[in-house]
DNA sequence: CTAGTGCACTGGTCTGACCAGTAGGCTACG
DNA sequence: CGTAGCCTACTGGTCAGACCAGTGCACTAG
Protein backbone atom coordinates (compact mmCIF):
# COMPACT_ATOMS: atom_id res chain seq x y z
CA UNK A 1 0.00 0.00 0.00
CA UNK A 2 1.58 3.16 -1.01
CA UNK A 3 1.99 5.86 1.40
CA UNK A 4 -0.69 8.36 0.44
CA UNK A 5 0.78 12.07 0.20
CA UNK A 6 -1.67 15.04 0.38
CA UNK A 7 -0.98 17.45 -1.52
CA UNK A 8 -0.71 20.22 0.15
CA UNK A 9 -3.10 22.53 -0.32
CA UNK A 10 -2.06 26.54 -0.04
CA UNK A 11 -4.60 27.56 3.04
CA UNK A 12 -4.17 31.45 2.88
CA UNK A 13 -4.34 33.45 6.01
CA UNK A 14 -7.31 34.93 5.76
CA UNK A 15 -8.84 31.66 5.88
CA UNK A 16 -7.37 30.53 9.00
CA UNK A 17 -8.75 33.75 10.60
CA UNK A 18 -12.30 33.01 9.18
CA UNK A 19 -11.73 29.32 9.95
CA UNK A 20 -10.52 30.46 13.80
CA UNK A 21 -13.42 32.84 13.97
CA UNK A 22 -16.18 30.26 12.46
CA UNK A 23 -15.23 27.91 15.13
CA UNK A 24 -16.09 29.85 17.79
CA UNK A 25 -19.05 30.83 16.66
CA UNK A 26 -20.26 27.50 15.63
CA UNK A 27 -19.35 26.09 19.08
CA UNK A 28 -20.92 28.72 20.93
CA UNK A 29 -18.16 30.26 22.57
CA UNK A 30 -19.43 33.73 20.30
CA UNK A 31 -23.21 33.78 20.85
CA UNK A 32 -25.39 35.73 18.97
CA UNK A 33 -25.31 39.27 20.23
CA UNK A 34 -21.51 39.03 21.19
CA UNK A 35 -18.87 41.76 19.78
CA UNK A 36 -15.36 40.65 17.62
CA UNK A 37 -12.70 42.87 18.83
CA UNK A 38 -11.87 45.64 16.38
CA UNK A 39 -10.40 44.93 12.99
CA UNK A 40 -7.20 46.89 14.06
CA UNK A 41 -7.31 44.50 17.66
CA UNK A 42 -8.12 41.01 15.46
CA UNK A 43 -5.16 41.52 13.51
CA UNK A 44 -2.28 41.83 16.18
CA UNK A 45 -4.57 38.78 18.01
CA UNK A 46 -4.09 36.70 14.66
CA UNK A 47 -0.44 38.46 14.14
CA UNK A 48 -1.70 39.40 10.40
CA UNK A 49 -2.62 42.56 8.17
CA UNK A 50 -5.25 44.32 8.53
CA UNK A 51 -6.58 43.82 4.74
CA UNK A 52 -6.53 39.68 6.02
CA UNK A 53 -8.55 40.45 8.80
CA UNK A 54 -10.95 42.61 6.75
CA UNK A 55 -11.01 39.96 3.98
CA UNK A 56 -11.81 37.15 6.71
CA UNK A 57 -14.74 39.53 8.25
CA UNK A 58 -15.95 40.04 4.42
CA UNK A 59 -16.27 36.28 4.27
CA UNK A 60 -17.98 35.68 7.44
CA UNK A 61 -20.70 38.60 6.64
CA UNK A 62 -21.11 36.66 3.03
CA UNK A 63 -22.04 33.12 5.48
CA UNK A 64 -24.57 35.77 7.50
CA UNK A 65 -22.40 34.96 10.66
CA UNK A 66 -21.17 38.65 11.49
CA UNK A 67 -22.34 42.12 10.73
CA UNK A 68 -19.72 45.44 11.12
CA UNK A 69 -21.28 48.49 11.49
CA UNK A 70 -18.96 51.80 10.04
CA UNK A 71 -18.16 53.94 13.48
CA UNK A 72 -19.23 51.29 15.86
CA UNK A 73 -16.75 51.58 18.65
CA UNK A 74 -17.71 47.57 19.28
CA UNK A 75 -16.38 45.65 16.87
CA UNK A 76 -18.25 43.19 14.10
CA UNK A 77 -21.72 41.45 15.55
CA UNK A 78 -22.39 37.99 15.74
CA UNK A 79 -25.52 37.98 14.48
CA UNK A 80 -27.95 35.17 15.14
CA UNK A 81 -28.51 31.94 12.71
CA UNK A 82 -30.37 33.19 9.95
CA UNK A 83 -31.16 31.33 6.82
CA UNK A 84 -30.08 34.52 4.64
CA UNK A 85 -26.88 32.84 3.17
CA UNK A 86 -28.82 29.77 2.07
CA UNK A 87 -31.73 32.04 0.54
CA UNK A 88 -28.72 33.58 -1.36
CA UNK A 89 -27.37 30.37 -2.64
CA UNK A 90 -30.86 29.02 -3.44
CA UNK A 91 -31.45 32.13 -5.35
CA UNK A 92 -28.18 31.94 -7.21
CA UNK A 93 -28.86 28.17 -7.89
CA UNK A 94 -32.64 29.19 -9.35
CA UNK A 95 -30.73 31.74 -11.69
CA UNK A 96 -28.09 29.79 -13.05
CA UNK A 97 -29.59 26.65 -12.95
CA UNK A 98 -32.83 28.17 -14.97
CA UNK A 99 -35.01 26.47 -12.62
CA UNK A 100 -38.56 26.32 -13.40
CA UNK A 101 -41.54 27.61 -11.61
CA UNK A 102 -42.67 24.18 -11.65
CA UNK A 103 -39.46 22.87 -10.29
CA UNK A 104 -40.04 25.15 -7.32
CA UNK A 105 -43.47 24.84 -7.12
CA UNK A 106 -42.99 21.05 -7.30
CA UNK A 107 -40.08 21.42 -4.00
CA UNK A 108 -42.44 23.07 -2.02
CA UNK A 109 -45.57 21.06 -2.69
CA UNK A 110 -43.07 17.87 -1.74
CA UNK A 111 -41.82 20.18 1.45
CA UNK A 112 -45.35 21.45 2.81
CA UNK A 113 -47.00 18.12 1.80
CA UNK A 114 -44.51 16.45 4.14
CA UNK A 115 -44.87 19.18 6.73
CA UNK A 116 -48.39 18.92 7.26
CA UNK A 117 -48.43 15.27 7.50
CA UNK A 118 -46.45 15.38 10.24
CA UNK A 119 -48.46 18.13 11.32
CA UNK A 120 -51.33 16.42 11.78
CA UNK A 121 -49.97 14.37 14.00
CA UNK A 122 -47.77 16.26 16.07
CA UNK A 123 -49.55 19.99 16.61
CA UNK A 124 -50.57 21.36 19.19
CA UNK A 125 -53.85 22.90 20.10
CA UNK A 126 -52.51 26.10 20.32
CA UNK A 127 -50.88 25.80 16.59
CA UNK A 128 -54.08 24.29 15.47
CA UNK A 129 -56.24 27.52 16.50
CA UNK A 130 -53.24 29.78 14.37
CA UNK A 131 -54.20 27.50 11.85
CA UNK A 132 -57.36 28.88 12.09
CA UNK A 133 -56.86 32.38 12.66
CA UNK A 134 -54.56 32.70 9.24
CA UNK A 135 -57.95 31.40 7.56
CA UNK A 136 -59.92 33.47 9.12
CA UNK A 137 -57.50 36.57 8.43
CA UNK A 138 -57.45 34.97 5.15
CA UNK A 139 -61.69 35.33 4.86
CA UNK A 140 -61.26 38.82 6.10
CA UNK A 141 -59.04 40.01 3.52
CA UNK A 142 -60.94 38.56 0.89
CA UNK A 143 -63.88 40.38 2.06
CA UNK A 144 -62.04 43.66 2.54
CA UNK A 145 -62.02 42.63 -1.55
CA UNK A 146 -59.54 46.10 -2.52
CA UNK A 147 -57.11 45.35 -4.64
CA UNK A 148 -54.22 45.77 -2.11
CA UNK A 149 -55.18 43.97 -0.11
CA UNK A 150 -54.36 41.18 -1.74
CA UNK A 151 -51.20 41.50 0.17
CA UNK A 152 -53.03 40.71 3.36
CA UNK A 153 -54.22 37.65 1.81
CA UNK A 154 -51.23 36.17 0.72
CA UNK A 155 -49.14 37.33 4.45
CA UNK A 156 -52.50 35.39 6.00
CA UNK A 157 -51.53 32.43 3.53
CA UNK A 158 -47.92 32.13 4.19
CA UNK A 159 -48.74 32.50 7.90
CA UNK A 160 -50.83 29.52 7.81
CA UNK A 161 -48.06 27.15 6.19
CA UNK A 162 -45.95 29.07 8.58
CA UNK A 163 -47.83 27.31 11.51
CA UNK A 164 -48.04 24.00 10.03
CA UNK A 165 -44.44 24.18 9.32
CA UNK A 166 -43.39 24.90 12.53
CA UNK A 167 -46.22 22.25 13.84
CA UNK A 168 -43.94 19.82 11.84
CA UNK A 169 -41.16 20.38 13.94
CA UNK A 170 -38.55 20.23 11.61
CA UNK A 171 -36.31 22.72 11.77
CA UNK A 172 -35.12 22.17 7.61
CA UNK A 173 -38.48 22.06 6.37
CA UNK A 174 -38.95 25.12 7.73
CA UNK A 175 -36.05 27.18 6.53
CA UNK A 176 -36.33 25.48 2.98
CA UNK A 177 -40.18 26.57 2.61
CA UNK A 178 -39.04 29.88 3.61
CA UNK A 179 -36.44 30.18 0.94
CA UNK A 180 -37.83 28.69 -1.75
CA UNK A 181 -41.85 30.24 -1.18
CA UNK A 182 -39.75 33.71 -0.77
CA UNK A 183 -37.92 32.58 -4.46
CA UNK A 184 -41.21 31.55 -5.74
CA UNK A 185 -43.20 34.65 -4.86
CA UNK A 186 -40.23 36.57 -6.63
CA UNK A 187 -40.77 34.89 -9.81
CA UNK A 188 -44.30 36.09 -10.11
CA UNK A 189 -44.47 38.78 -8.29
CA UNK A 190 -47.58 40.88 -9.33
CA UNK A 191 -48.88 38.37 -10.99
CA UNK A 192 -51.32 36.82 -8.59
CA UNK A 193 -52.78 40.85 -7.96
CA UNK A 194 -54.33 40.68 -11.36
CA UNK A 195 -55.30 37.24 -12.07
CA UNK A 196 -58.67 37.38 -13.80
CA UNK A 197 -60.88 35.42 -11.36
CA UNK A 198 -58.77 36.90 -8.27
CA UNK A 199 -62.19 36.36 -6.30
CA UNK A 200 -62.81 32.86 -7.04
CA UNK A 201 -59.49 31.98 -6.58
CA UNK A 202 -59.38 33.22 -3.32
CA UNK A 203 -62.46 31.35 -2.65
CA UNK A 204 -61.38 27.97 -3.60
CA UNK A 205 -57.90 28.53 -1.81
CA UNK A 206 -60.05 29.37 1.91
CA UNK A 207 -62.07 26.19 0.98
CA UNK A 208 -58.88 24.27 0.29
CA UNK A 209 -56.97 25.24 3.73
CA UNK A 210 -60.05 24.17 5.43
CA UNK A 211 -60.28 21.12 3.86
CA UNK A 212 -56.85 20.74 4.95
CA UNK A 213 -57.26 22.06 8.66
CA UNK A 214 -60.03 19.38 9.21
CA UNK A 215 -57.70 16.40 8.02
CA UNK A 216 -54.93 17.97 10.74
CA UNK A 217 -57.32 18.23 13.19
CA UNK A 218 -58.61 14.57 12.44
CA UNK A 219 -55.05 13.83 12.06
CA UNK A 220 -55.75 12.41 8.81
CA UNK A 221 -51.98 13.56 7.81
CA UNK A 222 -52.08 11.21 4.36
CA UNK A 223 -55.56 13.47 3.22
CA UNK A 224 -54.06 16.52 4.77
CA UNK A 225 -50.65 16.44 2.40
CA UNK A 226 -53.02 15.31 -0.46
CA UNK A 227 -55.50 18.03 -0.22
CA UNK A 228 -52.35 20.47 0.21
CA UNK A 229 -51.05 19.17 -2.76
CA UNK A 230 -54.02 19.92 -4.53
CA UNK A 231 -54.25 23.44 -3.51
CA UNK A 232 -51.36 24.67 -4.06
CA UNK A 233 -51.37 22.90 -7.55
CA UNK A 234 -54.23 24.95 -7.72
CA UNK A 235 -52.97 28.03 -6.65
CA UNK A 236 -50.28 28.35 -8.82
CA UNK A 237 -51.19 26.02 -12.16
CA UNK A 238 -52.30 29.12 -13.34
CA UNK A 239 -49.02 30.97 -13.88
CA UNK A 240 -47.55 27.47 -15.24
CA UNK A 241 -46.65 26.90 -18.68
CA UNK A 242 -49.03 23.70 -19.94
CA UNK A 243 -45.67 21.90 -20.68
CA UNK A 244 -44.35 21.88 -17.15
CA UNK A 245 -48.05 21.08 -15.45
CA UNK A 246 -47.91 17.27 -16.04
CA UNK A 247 -44.37 17.21 -13.65
CA UNK A 248 -46.69 18.56 -11.00
CA UNK A 249 -49.77 16.73 -11.60
CA UNK A 250 -47.35 13.51 -10.84
CA UNK A 251 -47.73 14.65 -7.15
CA UNK A 252 -51.35 14.57 -7.19
CA UNK A 253 -51.57 10.85 -7.51
CA UNK B 1 -50.80 58.22 2.04
CA UNK B 2 -47.62 59.27 3.22
CA UNK B 3 -44.74 58.99 0.89
CA UNK B 4 -42.99 56.37 1.93
CA UNK B 5 -39.51 56.86 2.10
CA UNK B 6 -36.78 54.29 1.80
CA UNK B 7 -33.95 54.53 4.40
CA UNK B 8 -30.73 54.96 2.25
CA UNK B 9 -28.88 51.85 3.05
CA UNK B 10 -25.39 52.74 3.41
CA UNK B 11 -23.91 50.72 0.22
CA UNK B 12 -20.11 50.03 0.61
CA UNK B 13 -18.03 50.13 -2.95
CA UNK B 14 -17.73 46.37 -2.85
CA UNK B 15 -20.82 45.78 -2.52
CA UNK B 16 -21.53 47.67 -5.82
CA UNK B 17 -18.75 45.69 -7.56
CA UNK B 18 -20.23 42.15 -5.83
CA UNK B 19 -23.07 43.23 -7.49
CA UNK B 20 -22.18 44.04 -10.91
CA UNK B 21 -19.87 40.89 -11.06
CA UNK B 22 -22.88 38.87 -9.63
CA UNK B 23 -25.37 40.28 -12.39
CA UNK B 24 -22.78 39.24 -15.23
CA UNK B 25 -22.56 35.71 -13.85
CA UNK B 26 -26.16 35.14 -13.21
CA UNK B 27 -26.94 36.82 -16.34
CA UNK B 28 -25.26 34.27 -18.48
CA UNK B 29 -22.74 36.96 -19.69
CA UNK B 30 -19.86 34.97 -17.75
CA UNK B 31 -20.13 31.20 -18.15
CA UNK B 32 -18.18 28.91 -16.13
CA UNK B 33 -14.98 28.88 -17.45
CA UNK B 34 -14.84 32.50 -18.38
CA UNK B 35 -12.41 34.72 -16.91
CA UNK B 36 -12.41 37.71 -14.88
CA UNK B 37 -10.03 40.88 -15.21
CA UNK B 38 -6.51 40.69 -12.91
CA UNK B 39 -7.70 42.89 -9.86
CA UNK B 40 -5.27 45.68 -10.62
CA UNK B 41 -7.74 45.79 -14.18
CA UNK B 42 -10.10 45.30 -12.32
CA UNK B 43 -9.28 47.93 -10.10
CA UNK B 44 -9.33 50.58 -13.34
CA UNK B 45 -12.57 49.66 -14.86
CA UNK B 46 -14.55 50.29 -11.30
CA UNK B 47 -12.77 52.79 -10.16
CA UNK B 48 -11.94 51.57 -7.08
CA UNK B 49 -8.82 50.53 -4.70
CA UNK B 50 -7.69 46.68 -5.11
CA UNK B 51 -8.87 46.41 -1.22
CA UNK B 52 -11.88 46.91 -2.26
CA UNK B 53 -11.75 44.93 -5.79
CA UNK B 54 -10.54 41.81 -2.96
CA UNK B 55 -13.32 42.24 -0.74
CA UNK B 56 -15.59 41.95 -3.74
CA UNK B 57 -14.02 39.10 -4.78
CA UNK B 58 -14.11 37.07 -1.58
CA UNK B 59 -17.49 37.70 -1.37
CA UNK B 60 -18.15 36.03 -5.02
CA UNK B 61 -15.86 33.37 -3.87
CA UNK B 62 -17.31 32.24 -0.58
CA UNK B 63 -20.83 32.37 -2.73
CA UNK B 64 -18.95 29.64 -5.40
CA UNK B 65 -19.08 31.95 -7.85
CA UNK B 66 -15.57 32.56 -8.53
CA UNK B 67 -11.93 31.19 -7.59
CA UNK B 68 -8.82 32.26 -7.71
CA UNK B 69 -5.43 31.22 -7.88
CA UNK B 70 -2.10 32.81 -7.16
CA UNK B 71 0.14 33.33 -9.69
CA UNK B 72 -2.68 32.75 -12.65
CA UNK B 73 -2.10 35.30 -15.48
CA UNK B 74 -5.90 35.39 -16.08
CA UNK B 75 -7.80 36.53 -13.59
CA UNK B 76 -9.95 34.77 -11.53
CA UNK B 77 -12.35 31.84 -12.71
CA UNK B 78 -15.76 32.09 -13.22
CA UNK B 79 -16.86 28.54 -12.11
CA UNK B 80 -20.01 26.15 -12.21
CA UNK B 81 -22.62 26.33 -10.05
CA UNK B 82 -21.50 24.33 -7.51
CA UNK B 83 -23.76 23.22 -4.31
CA UNK B 84 -20.83 23.92 -1.84
CA UNK B 85 -22.10 27.00 -0.77
CA UNK B 86 -25.16 25.63 0.19
CA UNK B 87 -23.74 23.14 1.76
CA UNK B 88 -21.49 25.22 4.01
CA UNK B 89 -25.03 27.51 4.70
CA UNK B 90 -26.48 24.09 6.06
CA UNK B 91 -23.75 22.58 7.84
CA UNK B 92 -23.54 25.71 10.19
CA UNK B 93 -27.15 25.61 10.18
CA UNK B 94 -27.04 22.35 11.07
CA UNK B 95 -24.37 23.08 14.17
CA UNK B 96 -25.42 26.57 14.85
CA UNK B 97 -29.68 25.43 15.31
CA UNK B 98 -28.13 22.06 16.76
CA UNK B 99 -29.99 19.73 14.26
CA UNK B 100 -30.07 16.36 15.42
CA UNK B 101 -29.79 14.03 13.37
CA UNK B 102 -33.21 12.48 13.49
CA UNK B 103 -34.14 15.78 11.92
CA UNK B 104 -31.54 15.50 9.33
CA UNK B 105 -32.91 11.80 8.18
CA UNK B 106 -36.04 13.06 8.53
CA UNK B 107 -35.73 15.75 5.80
CA UNK B 108 -34.02 13.01 3.60
CA UNK B 109 -36.79 10.47 4.06
CA UNK B 110 -39.15 13.16 2.83
CA UNK B 111 -36.95 14.62 -0.06
CA UNK B 112 -35.63 10.74 -1.01
CA UNK B 113 -39.32 9.10 -1.46
CA UNK B 114 -40.59 12.32 -3.08
CA UNK B 115 -37.88 11.90 -5.48
CA UNK B 116 -39.06 8.17 -6.13
CA UNK B 117 -42.75 8.85 -6.42
CA UNK B 118 -41.44 10.95 -9.33
CA UNK B 119 -39.21 8.64 -10.71
CA UNK B 120 -41.84 5.91 -10.51
CA UNK B 121 -43.60 8.56 -13.25
CA UNK B 122 -40.56 9.54 -14.84
CA UNK B 123 -37.60 7.42 -14.96
CA UNK B 124 -36.28 6.77 -18.20
CA UNK B 125 -35.03 2.86 -19.24
CA UNK B 126 -31.89 3.70 -18.74
CA UNK B 127 -31.95 5.09 -15.54
CA UNK B 128 -34.27 1.72 -14.32
CA UNK B 129 -30.69 -0.04 -15.55
CA UNK B 130 -28.53 2.27 -13.27
CA UNK B 131 -30.62 1.65 -10.41
CA UNK B 132 -30.29 -2.23 -11.40
CA UNK B 133 -26.48 -2.02 -11.83
CA UNK B 134 -25.86 0.11 -8.31
CA UNK B 135 -27.63 -2.70 -6.32
CA UNK B 136 -26.15 -5.10 -8.27
CA UNK B 137 -22.45 -3.26 -6.94
CA UNK B 138 -24.01 -2.97 -3.46
CA UNK B 139 -24.17 -6.68 -3.62
CA UNK B 140 -20.64 -7.27 -4.59
CA UNK B 141 -19.50 -5.37 -1.90
CA UNK B 142 -21.45 -7.11 0.31
CA UNK B 143 -19.86 -10.22 -1.26
CA UNK B 144 -16.49 -9.17 -0.91
CA UNK B 145 -17.02 -8.85 3.09
CA UNK B 146 -13.77 -6.86 3.90
CA UNK B 147 -13.87 -4.50 6.44
CA UNK B 148 -12.79 -1.92 4.26
CA UNK B 149 -15.17 -2.52 1.64
CA UNK B 150 -18.08 -0.88 3.45
CA UNK B 151 -17.13 2.68 1.69
CA UNK B 152 -17.64 0.51 -1.70
CA UNK B 153 -21.31 -0.59 0.02
CA UNK B 154 -22.15 2.98 1.04
CA UNK B 155 -20.85 4.21 -2.47
CA UNK B 156 -23.44 1.99 -4.44
CA UNK B 157 -25.59 2.91 -2.06
CA UNK B 158 -25.43 6.42 -2.56
CA UNK B 159 -25.16 6.14 -6.47
CA UNK B 160 -28.83 3.83 -6.35
CA UNK B 161 -30.18 7.33 -4.41
CA UNK B 162 -28.71 9.84 -6.95
CA UNK B 163 -30.01 7.95 -9.67
CA UNK B 164 -33.08 7.81 -8.22
CA UNK B 165 -32.82 11.67 -7.72
CA UNK B 166 -31.91 12.18 -11.24
CA UNK B 167 -34.98 10.88 -12.32
CA UNK B 168 -37.02 12.89 -10.21
CA UNK B 169 -36.06 15.41 -12.37
CA UNK B 170 -36.41 17.91 -9.69
CA UNK B 171 -32.72 19.94 -9.88
CA UNK B 172 -33.94 21.32 -6.34
CA UNK B 173 -34.90 17.73 -4.30
CA UNK B 174 -30.97 17.03 -6.15
CA UNK B 175 -29.20 19.46 -4.56
CA UNK B 176 -30.85 19.34 -1.29
CA UNK B 177 -30.29 15.51 -0.80
CA UNK B 178 -26.69 15.85 -1.83
CA UNK B 179 -26.05 18.30 0.70
CA UNK B 180 -27.95 16.56 3.63
CA UNK B 181 -26.77 13.41 2.71
CA UNK B 182 -22.98 14.28 2.82
CA UNK B 183 -23.74 16.41 6.50
CA UNK B 184 -25.65 13.20 7.95
CA UNK B 185 -22.51 10.99 6.70
CA UNK B 186 -20.14 13.62 8.40
CA UNK B 187 -22.47 13.28 11.72
CA UNK B 188 -22.41 9.50 12.07
CA UNK B 189 -19.02 8.86 10.30
CA UNK B 190 -17.38 5.54 11.16
CA UNK B 191 -20.46 4.44 13.07
CA UNK B 192 -21.83 2.29 10.45
CA UNK B 193 -18.78 0.35 9.24
CA UNK B 194 -18.35 -1.05 13.29
CA UNK B 195 -22.56 -1.76 13.47
CA UNK B 196 -22.39 -5.08 15.49
CA UNK B 197 -24.31 -7.09 12.39
CA UNK B 198 -22.80 -5.08 9.52
CA UNK B 199 -23.63 -7.93 7.06
CA UNK B 200 -27.18 -8.61 7.98
CA UNK B 201 -27.71 -4.75 8.07
CA UNK B 202 -26.18 -4.71 4.38
CA UNK B 203 -28.22 -7.73 3.34
CA UNK B 204 -31.35 -6.25 4.53
CA UNK B 205 -30.73 -2.59 2.85
CA UNK B 206 -30.07 -4.45 -0.55
CA UNK B 207 -33.42 -6.42 -0.16
CA UNK B 208 -34.92 -3.08 0.27
CA UNK B 209 -33.49 -1.37 -2.47
CA UNK B 210 -34.80 -4.66 -4.18
CA UNK B 211 -38.03 -3.79 -3.90
CA UNK B 212 -37.76 -0.15 -4.41
CA UNK B 213 -36.38 -1.05 -7.75
CA UNK B 214 -39.50 -3.43 -8.56
CA UNK B 215 -42.07 -0.44 -7.33
CA UNK B 216 -40.28 1.89 -9.61
CA UNK B 217 -40.35 -0.65 -12.45
CA UNK B 218 -44.26 -0.81 -11.64
CA UNK B 219 -44.38 2.23 -11.47
CA UNK B 220 -46.11 2.27 -8.34
CA UNK B 221 -45.06 5.71 -6.82
CA UNK B 222 -47.09 5.52 -3.58
CA UNK B 223 -44.90 2.19 -2.67
CA UNK B 224 -42.21 2.91 -3.85
CA UNK B 225 -42.01 6.27 -1.74
CA UNK B 226 -42.93 3.84 1.41
CA UNK B 227 -40.44 1.47 1.00
CA UNK B 228 -37.93 3.94 0.78
CA UNK B 229 -38.95 5.81 3.69
CA UNK B 230 -39.06 2.12 5.65
CA UNK B 231 -35.86 1.39 4.58
CA UNK B 232 -33.83 4.56 5.30
CA UNK B 233 -35.45 4.36 8.88
CA UNK B 234 -34.27 0.91 9.40
CA UNK B 235 -30.83 2.16 8.20
CA UNK B 236 -30.27 5.28 10.22
CA UNK B 237 -32.24 3.95 13.24
CA UNK B 238 -29.66 2.42 15.00
CA UNK B 239 -27.69 5.86 15.42
CA UNK B 240 -30.45 7.43 16.67
CA UNK B 241 -31.33 7.80 20.33
CA UNK B 242 -34.89 6.16 21.55
CA UNK B 243 -36.54 9.49 21.94
CA UNK B 244 -35.68 10.59 18.28
CA UNK B 245 -37.32 7.65 16.94
CA UNK B 246 -41.05 8.34 16.65
CA UNK B 247 -40.59 11.61 14.65
CA UNK B 248 -39.64 9.27 11.98
CA UNK B 249 -42.50 6.43 12.29
CA UNK B 250 -44.68 9.81 11.65
CA UNK B 251 -43.82 9.13 8.37
CA UNK B 252 -44.00 5.56 7.96
CA UNK B 253 -47.71 6.05 8.32
C1' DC C 1 13.81 21.51 -32.24
C1' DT C 2 14.17 21.54 -27.56
C1' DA C 3 15.72 22.76 -22.81
C1' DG C 4 16.44 26.31 -20.08
C1' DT C 5 16.16 30.98 -18.50
C1' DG C 6 14.18 35.30 -17.70
C1' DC C 7 10.63 38.52 -17.47
C1' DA C 8 6.22 40.38 -16.92
C1' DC C 9 2.56 39.46 -14.74
C1' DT C 10 -0.49 37.35 -11.21
C1' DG C 11 -2.69 37.03 -6.45
C1' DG C 12 -1.55 37.27 -1.27
C1' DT C 13 -0.08 40.14 2.25
C1' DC C 14 1.51 44.09 4.85
C1' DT C 15 1.98 49.00 6.01
C1' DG C 16 0.39 53.39 6.50
C1' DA C 17 -2.64 56.80 5.61
C1' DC C 18 -7.10 59.37 5.25
C1' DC C 19 -12.11 59.88 5.75
C1' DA C 20 -16.75 59.73 7.66
C1' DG C 21 -19.10 58.08 11.14
C1' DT C 22 -20.27 56.72 16.04
C1' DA C 23 -20.33 56.70 21.22
C1' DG C 24 -19.41 58.48 25.35
C1' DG C 25 -17.45 61.67 28.21
C1' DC C 26 -16.83 66.50 29.11
C1' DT C 27 -18.15 71.08 29.37
C1' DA C 28 -20.84 74.99 29.46
C1' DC C 29 -25.08 76.70 29.77
C1' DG C 30 -29.81 76.95 31.62
C1' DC D 1 -28.46 70.00 39.44
C1' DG D 2 -29.82 68.66 34.73
C1' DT D 3 -29.17 68.80 30.13
C1' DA D 4 -27.77 70.24 25.44
C1' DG D 5 -24.10 70.40 22.81
C1' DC D 6 -19.40 69.72 21.57
C1' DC D 7 -14.84 66.95 21.44
C1' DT D 8 -12.20 63.31 21.25
C1' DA D 9 -10.90 58.79 20.63
C1' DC D 10 -12.14 55.37 18.62
C1' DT D 11 -14.55 52.57 14.72
C1' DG D 12 -14.99 50.58 9.85
C1' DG D 13 -14.42 51.81 4.68
C1' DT D 14 -11.24 52.96 1.31
C1' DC D 15 -7.09 53.99 -1.06
C1' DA D 16 -2.14 53.95 -2.31
C1' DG D 17 2.03 51.75 -2.56
C1' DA D 18 5.06 48.21 -1.62
C1' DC D 19 7.00 43.43 -1.36
C1' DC D 20 6.85 38.45 -2.11
C1' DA D 21 6.17 33.90 -4.15
C1' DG D 22 4.34 31.88 -7.73
C1' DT D 23 2.81 31.30 -12.76
C1' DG D 24 2.95 31.25 -17.90
C1' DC D 25 5.13 32.59 -21.90
C1' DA D 26 8.42 34.23 -24.95
C1' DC D 27 12.86 34.22 -25.94
C1' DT D 28 17.32 32.28 -26.20
C1' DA D 29 21.17 29.09 -26.09
C1' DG D 30 22.28 24.64 -26.94
Redesign the pocket.
Known sequence: MGARFEPVRAV???ERVVEQVEEAIESGALGPGAR?P????L?VQF??????V??A?RVLQARGLVR?????????EVLPFSPAALHKSMTTLARVAELSLAELVQFRMVLDSSAVLLAARLRTDEQLAAMEAAIADMRAAMRAATASDHDAFSAADVAFHDVVVAASGNTLIQVCTDVVRSVVLGLIAGKIADAPDRESLMRRSIRHHEEVLAAVRAGDGASAARLLRRSMYDYYAVHLPDAERPALRALLE
Open positions: RAYLSEREMSVGRSTRELSRPGDPNGA
